[in-house]
Each structure stands twice: as structure tokens, then as C-alpha cells.
């Protein structure tokens, strides 16, 4: 019947409506694909087939395909956007069902997975803390609190270090000076006298008529200074001057004469002597003249004789007068004047000579002044029993009166005073408090001196402990009587101090004839086996000293807190010997400073509390002769001492070290529990080319905030931080399918499998035949408008045609029924 198939025709024609209507509707719709009708005829056949005049029955719909072509791509700014270029789905979890999408609308849900707009989440693959993607899919969830920190526990270094550098070190020797004079007490006053004779009491005017009769006498010096002799003194005509004058009545005008002859001697072959007359007016009209020698600190003697009978009228009477006083001389360190040889490496031979009583700091300072030779000095003493009878008495320590009335106060105040009276001196109470120890770092002489009111008051005062002790006490009346106190007229102790000297290379030092002081008898200095000498680094490396070390560079690295601190390497090149077989060729020592401290281990031979700090710790680097890291001789580097401390050195309470013997090993175990890190050099080189760092890293950062995320090709998901780290934190899974078209669809641009699309191959995208991922883009229906209008229009023609159809049929029907 036409009906029939009339009705197929219009039933297709809007089934093709309402795909092309679909397909419209959809057009703008992220991810969509569209569908096309696929139609087929239908015949009416039987058991024996439909014969060869069949006419068909009409039409019927055989399947509503979709087409799975690639939509266009469009960039947005948002960094979850994703599209797909190439074959696969984007896989997403509804509580449990797994859909497929091309819509790649993605956000963060609020607790940090990937879902798209019906809160789906997107799978893909996680990554551990290193950035290793596994193999197992599952929901992909963004962290998005702050990214904990991580401890350093890698360095790599990657160098060129410049051959043509030189070897900054040599080897030289050095010896301490231990004469018998080192550390000797002396005791004596503090200021020097001079030798003194005084004269007899006289009166002016005198009765001598020196007209007829001279007043003569003769004045004898002997002094170890020199100018020594005799002088013959005569008042009267025989002096030239006319009587008149000579009367003498004016007491500076004796003195003046007497001075005149002693200073120009008038007799033959006589020469001056160092000795002055004094005129002393002792008041109530009474006189003397005394008698002074010139050189402080000498014991000379002043002699009178020979003198006229009548020279008593000026208090000559030699008879009469008193013994004379002898200098007496200051108290020094006691070391006598010494000569040193030293020689250069050429052989030239220049003598250094030290003045009696030089101290140690001006030794040291004019040793300084002579090539090849450096020279400190050091001078110790230590006070003990303190004895104040009244609480009052006080210290004078060159020079400077302490207020402390006991030893514990006096430590406090030396201290303080180390930078402005006391330069240098510094002073160090025993546990016990029974005795103090003062050093004057410069090795200036020690002066000690006490103040007190009451006599009996003293102190002990040690240099050397094999030199014994002097004991200084108070003698407040002046009377020489200090309460039993042999030493009685000790005003200051004084303690000289030592040198450390240092020769440079192949320069040597000698004294053939020594007088011991404060250089002992050296010997022979180029004798290996003198004691005397030891063998010592010269140059040696210190990090604040520039010379000392050929390259430097320095990067940042974390402790387990975050906290950030700077790691610095210092690299000094090592000689080479071929006679010593310990050297090596192209060796250099690496030096590792954290925030300016030392990291080594400690050194458990030294005494407490030495045994526990930090030591000066070197790493060996040798290298090929063709300039390649020798990593057969080169070991294995930690750092196993290193303790976090803030900016002010307070610690920073993150985690310590673990130190070697405590079992601090390479490779760091992971999780690590210590501030322990290993440094590797490997792709070091030794070219003759300038110190260059080619790169450097460590794996440590400090805390961070999530501040942008990044999506590769491959569908990885790095994210971003404030700390400057980027962290690798999954990857976006893709499925295929063997019939994409099979696949069944469930709204909302999401297909689900069944039997006709077969299982899913789920993998990375960029992987077999999976496209690549492009971020902050996405991809848009693959609908072609204009082509579904035309569709649309044909759809509508058909639809009209199959009902002219019916039309048709129906008026033959009418026109059957109408016959009669």
C-alpha cells in the first residue's frame, strides 16, 4: 500500500529532523559530536524471495551514527582547560561509574580534584615526592595548602677549575722561644734612681777670702756607662775670675762654678764626668751642695778627696759626709741584648739584633720587619693570694688602677677594658677562684703594682710556674718594713712574654754564640730532627683570607625547616712532590663553610669541650692529565656536622647532624633524619681556562604556596610555587576504544562503554595511538552549521514529499470508492 510506505518516508524524514535539530541545538556545545541518520529500503519478501518486479515497502532508519572527528581548538585562560589533539577520551568518576568525555571544562572541587561542570573527576596517574609517575590510575587531586619544605641532602657541582692556578702554600718551620729569662718575675721599682752624694750643712756668706786661699777638692765618678775619671774643683783666683765676684755668697752662683768645671775641667788631660752639682737651700740660712750622677739606674759611686782644709766651709768636709746612694735601676723582663743569624734562601746572612729589655711585642714587630721571618708574641701571668687586710686594696696593671678588690671582680674588669686602657689583655679566673691568669695578647710586658693603706697588704704574682713567684706587698709608711716581707722594697713585678717565630721556605735561623734571655740555643734550623723546630703550613687556608684559597662559589641550601643558609666551597691547590710519595699530581682540597662555620666532625682527641665542636674539615679532588675528574681517587663527600643556627647564631631548632661515628653514611637514607648532605662533583673539569661554575643545584626549597599550574603535551601536571620550585604532580589518563562509534552516550558530551565499543585502553596520552593533551584550550563541537541547515532543508522536503504521497494515494482511493 502507498500509505505504508509513505508513512516510512515521513517517519525517516523526521527522525532526520530531529538528528539535524540535535546536531543545531548543539553546535556550541564543548567536546559534542555530532550524529547522522544512516537510512535503508524495505522490501516485502517471502520464504521464496521477493521475485524480480518487487516494489519496495517504503523506508526504515538502520542506525543514528556518531561522527568522532577531531572539533576545532580554542585557547582560553584558564590553566585546567584541556583539549584533546588526536584519539581518546578523558576518563571521569561519578561515585564509582567511569564516562568518557572530549569536554576538557576542568576545575578544583574544594577539597583539590580535577572534576569538570557536573563534578565528575577527572583520573589520571599520581606522582611521589620526586616527580615519579605510577602506573595506576585514580582520581588526580591538587594540593593546594602550602608545599612543605625539603632538607637539602644533595649538592652536585658541575666546575671548571683553572690548572694554571699556583699552589698557594709552602712549607716552612717554626719554634717558640723558651730562654731562662721567659716568664721570670722581677721584682723592683718602678722608676729608675741615680747615684747620689749629698753634701755637709753649710751658711752663707762664706769667711774664705779667695783673694789668698782656694777652696779645692777633687770629685772621682765610676760608672759601667763610661765617663769616668776624675775632676779637680777650684774656687778662687786660681779660677781667673776676679775676687770680687767670687765671694760666693749666692748659692746658685757656687753651684754654677762647681758645674762649669765639672763639665769643662780646667786641669790638663782632665775630661768631663756625668755627674751634676746641686745647690740645696734647706732654709733658716743653712745649705748644701749634693752631688748627682747623670745615668739613671746605675750603681756608680761618687767620690770626694783631696780636698783643701778649708773646704768644709762649703760642707766638703769628706769625714764628715754621709755614704753616698747608689742608682738603683728600674725592674724590666730581664732579657739581656741578644744577636740571631738568618739566612736567605741565596745564602746572604744578616744579624738581628734585640736591645736589653725589649719586650716580646717589640722583638715580634721588628722580627716582622725581615724578609722571610713573621714573628707573635704572647706574654701570660696569673695573680693568686690575694691578701687585703681591709677589703681596700687594689691593683695596678700596666699601669691602669683597677677598682676591683678581688679577683673575680678584677676579671670582669680587665675584660672590659681589653679594648681602651689595656689593649689586648684579656684575664681568665680558675674554676676555683683562687687565682686569675692575664694574658696581654701582643706580648707586651705584664706590670703588676698594688695600692693600699695598709701595710702587709700583697699578691702572688706567677710567670712561668718553673720559674717561681714573686710576692709584692704594701708598705704604706714607707719605712722599708712591710711586715716581715723580705722583698720589702719591690714596687712592681714585671713578666716578660715569648715569640712564636715563623721561617719561610728555605730560610734558616741560627745564633752561634748565644747568650740566653729570650731565645734559647737554637741549633742547626735545617736539621729535621731539631727538636726545637717543627714543620709547619705556611699560608694556610683560612676563609677570611682571600690569598689563602685559589677559587670560591657559594648556592643556597635548606634545613628541614625551610630556613635557607649558604653553603660555601673554597678550593686550594696542592703541591706535588715527585720525591714524597703521599703527593698526587692535580690535587686539590675543598673547604665547605655553612653560614661562615666550620662542618667538619669533631676531633675526639682533644680535651673537653674541644672534642665536641666543629672542625676545618678538607675533601680531596684529583683529576685526570687529560683534565677529567679522577673518580677513582676522588671519595665520597658528606657533610655530616653541620648544625642549622639563625642569622644571630642562635639554632634554629631544625634537625642536627649524625655524625660519622654516629653513623652519618652516603648514600642519605630517605626519609632523611639529620642535617647530613652529600656533594658530588661528577662533570668537574681541570682546564687551563679561568674558575667557571657551569651549573649547580641542590634538591632542598623552602615552604611554598601553590601560585600556578602547568600542563604538557604529554598530560603531565606540574604545579608551580612561591618557593620558585615546580612539582611534577600526576598525569591525565586518555582512554580509546577498538569502535569509538559503539560507544553509548550519556549526556552532557560523556559516553559510556558497552559490548559494541569493547573495553578501554586507558594509558598516558602521547602514548600508541593517543593524542596529545593542549592545555588552557578547548575543543569545540564538531557540528558543521551550514552544512546541518542544508541537511535541515532536504529533511523538510522529504517530510513534504512523503506526504504529497499520501496525498496522492488518498485521491486514488477516493476516485476507486467514488466509481459506481
Known amino acids: 500500500m502507498p500509505f505504508d510506505t509513505a508513512l516510512s518516508g515521513i517517519r525517516a524524514a523526521s527522525n532526520d529532523l530531529s538528528v539535524t535539530g540535535n546536531n543545531i541545538a548543539n553546535a556550541s556545545t564543548t567536546g559534542f559530536k555530532g550524529s547522522r541518520v544512516e537510512f535503508g529500503d524495505v522490501y516485502a519478501t517471502s520464504v521464496l524471495g521477493s521475485g524480480s518486479n518487487a516494489i519496495g515497502s517504503g523506508v526504515q532508519v538502520q542506525d543514528v551514527s556518531q561522527r568522532f572527528v577531531q572539533g576545532n581548538v580554542t585557547f582560553t585562560d584558564q590553566a585546567l582547560d584541556m583539549a584533546i589533539n588526536g584519539n581518546g577520551f578523558f576518563v571521569l568518576n561519578n561515585g564509582g561509574e567511569i564516562l568518557y568525555s572530549r569536554a576538557g571544562s576542568f576545575g578544583l572541587n574544594q577539597e583539590g580534584f580535577i572534576v569538570n561542570n557536573t563534578d565528575e573527576r577527572l583520573q589520571g596517574f599520581s606522582a611521589d615526592d620526586d616527580g615519579n609517575i605510577g602506573g595506576i590510575s585514580g582520581d588526580i587531586q591538587i594540593e593546594t595548602s602550602n608545599l612543605s619544605p625539603r632538607r637539602t641532602t644533595s649538592v652536585s657541582s658541575v666546575l671548571n677549575i683553572d690548572a694554571s692556578e699556583p699552589v698557594l702554600q709552602t712549607v716552612g718551620r717554626r719554634f717558640e722561644t723558651e730562654g731562662n729569662e721567659v716568664g721570670v718575675t722581677r721584682a723592683g721599682r718602678i722608676n729608675a734612681t741615680t747615684t747620689e752624694q749629698f753634701g755637709g750643712v753649710f751658711t752663707l756668706p762664706l769667711a774664705n777670702d779667695f783673694n789668698t786661699t782656694d777652696i779645692s777638692f777633687e770629685l772621682q765618678l765610676s760608672a759601667a756607662s763610661g765617663n769616668n775619671g776624675t775632676v779637680n774643683i777650684n774656687l778662687g783666683t786660681a779660677d781667673g775670675v776676679p775676687a770680687q765676684v767670687n765671694s760666693f755668697n749666692d748659692l746658685r752662683t757656687l753651684a754654677s762654678v762647681i758645674n762649669a768645671q765639672i763639665f769643662s775641667p780646667t786641669a790638663p788631660g782632665q775630661t768631663p764626668v756625668d755627674v751634676v752639682a746641686n745647690a740645696v737651700d734647706l732654709g733658716g740660712g743653712n745649705y748644701r751642695i749634693d752631688f748627682q750622677a747623670l745615668v739613671e739606674g746605675e750603681p756608680s759611686q761618687i767620690g770626694i778627696d783631696f780636698q783643701s782644709g778649708n773646704a768644709d766651709q762649703i760642707g766638703l768636709n769628706v769625714g764628715a759626709l754621709p755614704p753616698g746612694v747608689p742608682g738603683v735601676p728600674a725592674v724590666s723582663n730581664g732579657y739581656p741584648a741578644q744577636a740571631i743569624d738568618i739566612t736567605d734562601p741565596d745564602g746572604l746572612t744578616r744579624t738581628f739584633n734585640t736591645p736589653a729589655g725589649a719586650s716580646a711585642a717589640a722583638t715580634a714587630a721588628s722580627l716582622n720587619r725581615v724578609q722571610g721571618v713573621s714573628a707573635t708574641a704572647v706574654t701570660e701571668a696569673t695573680l693568686s693570694n690575694f691578701n687585703s687586710l681591709a677589703g681596700d686594696m687594689q691593683v695596678i696593671l700596666n699601669g691602669s688602677l683597677l677598682a676591683s678588690d678581688n679577683l673575680s671582680e678584677m676579671a670582669v674588669e680587665i675584660n672590659s677594658l681589653t679594648n681602651s ?69 719591690t714596687e ?199 674558575f667557571s661554575v657551569n651549573d649547580v643545584d641542590q634538591n632542598g626549597f623552602t615552604t611554598g604556596r601553590l601560585s600556578g599550574l602547568n600542563i604538557d603535551r604529554d598530560g603531565i601536571i606540574f604545579a608551580r610555587f612561591t618557593n620558585g620550585e615546580s612539582q611534577v604532580l600526576g598525569q591525565v589518563a586518555l582512554a580509546d576504544f577498538r569502535n569509538q562509534e559503539g560507544l553509548q552516550p550519556a549526556g552532557n558530551s560523556r559516553w559510556v562503554e558497552n559490548f559494541e565499543s569493547g573495553p578501554p585502553n586507558i594509558a598516558a596520552a602521547n602514548t600508541g595511538a593517543l593524542g596529545t593533551i593542549q592545555s588552557s584550550a578547548l575543543e569545540e563541537s564538531n557540528v558543521d552549521l551550514s552544512a546541518e541547515l542544508v541537511k535541515l532543508i532536504i529533511a523538510q522536503r522529504n517530510y513534504q514529499a512523503n506526504a504529497k504521497t499520501i496525498e496522492t494515494a488518498n485521491a486514488v482511493t477516493q476516485t476507486i470508492i467514488n466509481l459506481r
Open 492 to 690: 712592681q713585678i714585671v713578666v716578660g712574654g715569648s715569640l712564636e717565630v715563623t721561617l719561610d721556605e728555605n730560610y734558616e735561623i741560627s745564633n752561634p754564640n748565644p747568650v740566653i734571655g729570650l731565645f734559647q740555643p737554637l741549633g742547626d734550623s735545617s736539621d729535621p730532627l731539631n727538636p726545637i723546630f717543627e714543620r709547619v703550613t705556611l699560608n694556610e687556608f683560612d676563609p677570611n683570607d682571600q690569598a689563602t684559597y685559589n677559587h670560591a662559589t657559594s648556592l643556597t641550601l635548606f634545613d628541614s625547616l625551610g630556613n635557607s643558609h649558604i653553603m660555601t666551597q673554597f678550593f686550594v691547590k696542592q703541591s706535588f712532590d715527585p720525591d714524597d710519595v703521599l703527593s698526587q699530581r692535580n690535587h686539590w682540597e675543598m673547604f665547605v663553610q655553612v653560614d661562615g662555620q666550620d662542618v667538619g666532625d669533631p676531633d675526639t682527641s682533644l680535651p673537653p669541650p674541644d672534642n665536641t665542636l666543629p672542625t676545618q674539615n678538607g675533601y680531596d679532588l684529583f683529576f685526570n692529565e687529560d683534565g677529567s675528574l679522577n673518580e677513582l681517587l676522588t671519595p665520597e663527600m658528606l657533610v655530616s656536622n653541620w648544625t642549622p643556627v639563625d642569622a644571630d647564631g642562635n639554632l634554629t631548632q631544625a634537625a642536627g647532624p649524625q655524625n660519622v661515628l654516629a653513623g652519618g653514611a652516603v648514600p642519605i637514607p630517605d626519609p632523611p633524619s639529620s642535617s647530613n648532605f652529600a656533594i658530588s662533583f661528577d662533570g668537574t673539569t681541570q682546564f687551563g681556562s679561568e
Open 421 to 489: 686602657s689595656l689593649p689586648g689583655v684579656s684575664a681568665v679566673l680558675d674554676p676555683t677562684g683562687t687565682s686569675l691568669t692575664i694574658t696581654s695578647a701582643g706580648g707586651e710586658d705584664i706590670t703588676i703594682a698594688i695600692a693600699s693603706v695598709n701595710d702587709g697588704d700583697n699578691l702572688t704574682v706567677t710567670g712561668d710556674p718553673e720559674a717561681g713567684s714573686q710576692v709584692i706587698e704594701a708598705d704604706f709608711n714607707n719605712d722599708g718594713v712591710t711586715a716581715g716581707n723580705s722583698n720589702a722594697t
